[in-house]
């Protein structure tokens, strides 16, 4: 494994984008990061019922419905679908296209990312990451999801929180930090985007630069808001 090589995430989609979409969006962070990691982006594997552009070449996707054909972050799901194709998406794309060192995931895919999190700190073999990137993460409420949380998530984890999210409030995202052992939670004053200002590009970075590409498990980052 090379040791000159840039650190590579994985990264996860928000609800009712796709991989292309995502990379279009992330172009001032794959910037900013240049040098430093390496977004390689995933399709989840769930149409998006419904909507205009549901029979383009480039259809709006998600990873798991909190209903059929629809998903609501803040619903009580007593039914939800698809997560478990979603986790083995993740984990074949981690095998086939690896290595990876870490996830970096948006609204929907940062609560996955959440959930590869707990069960990568169980020991799962699946899920070969050492860190994750949260942006406008939440906590799943289907209570068939709350096993994610049960324990303490014991892996290197920071947490983007935008003050103005009207899509994800500020509340969802830090209650899903406080599942995480030792958060690193920063904090900008827009809404649901991944932020790529000076003050987030540096947390980025500092962040990153607590990891070694192919390193496994590394040094715990300290709790702390940026």
């Given at each position: 494994?090379?040791?000159?090589?840039?650190?590579?995430?994985?990264?996860?989609?928000?609800?009712?984008?796709?991989?292309?979409?995502?990379?279009?969006?992330?172009?001032?962070?794959?910037?900013?990061?240049?040098?430093?990691?390496?977004?390689?982006?995933?399709?989840?594997?769930?149409?998006?019922?419904?909507?205009?552009?549901?029979?383009?070449?480039?259809?709006?996707?998600?990873?798991?419905?909190?209903?059929?054909?629809?998903?609501?972050?803040?619903?009580?799901?007593?039914?939800?679908?698809?997560?478990?194709?979603?986790?083995e998406?993740?984990?074949?794309?981690?095998?086939?296209?690896?290595?990876f060192?870490?996830?970096?995931?948006?609204?929907?895919?940062?609560?996955?990312?959440?959930?590869?999190?707990?069960?990568?700190?169980?020991?799962?073999?699946?899920?070969?990451?050492?860190?994750?990137?949260?942006?406008?993460?939440?906590?799943?409420?289907?209570?068939?999801h709350?096993?994610?949380?049960?324990?303490?998530?014991?892996?290197?984890?920071?947490?983007?929180?935008?003050?103005?999210?009207?899509?994800?409030?500020a509340?969802?995202?830090?209650?899903?930090?406080?599942?995480?052992?030792?958060?690193?939670?920063?904090?900008?004053?827009?809404?649901?985007?991944?932020?790529?200002?000076?003050?987030?590009?540096?947390?980025?970075?500092?962040?990153?630069?607590?990891?070694?590409?192919?390193?496994?498990?590394?040094?715990?980052?300290?709790?702390?808001?940026?």
């Amino acid at each position: 494994m090379s040791e000159g090589r840039p650190l590579r995430l994985l990264a996860l989609h928000g609800y009712r984008q796709s991989e292309r979409r995502f990379r279009q969006r992330t172009g001032a962070l794959r910037k900013a990061l240049r040098g430093r990691a390496e977004l390689v982006a995933l399709d989840a594997p769930h149409l998006v019922p419904g909507t205009e552009d549901e029979a383009s070449d480039d259809p709006p996707r998600g990873w798991w419905f909190s209903r059929p054909g629809t998903f609501e972050a803040s619903e009580v799901a007593e039914q939800p679908a698809g997560l478990e194709e979603s986790l083995e998406a993740v984990a074949r794309a981690l095998e086939e296209h690896g290595p990876f060192d870490g996830l970096l995931g948006f609204s929907q895919g940062a609560a996955l990312a959440a959930m590869v999190c707990a069960l990568r700190a169980r020991g799962d073999p699946r899920f070969p990451i050492t860190f994750a990137i949260l942006v406008a993460a939440f906590a799943s409420r289907a209570p068939a999801h709350d096993h994610f949380y049960r324990e303490p998530i014991a892996l290197p984890s920071l947490h983007v929180v935008g003050d103005a999210d009207a899509v994800i409030a500020a509340h969802l995202s830090a209650e899903l930090a406080r599942c995480f052992v030792e958060p690193v939670i920063v904090t900008h004053p827009g809404g649901h985007f991944v932020p790529v200002a000076a003050p987030q590009k540096e947390a980025y970075l500092d962040f990153l630069g607590r990891f070694c590409p192919g390193q496994g498990q590394a040094e715990q980052p300290g709790a702390g808001a940026v």
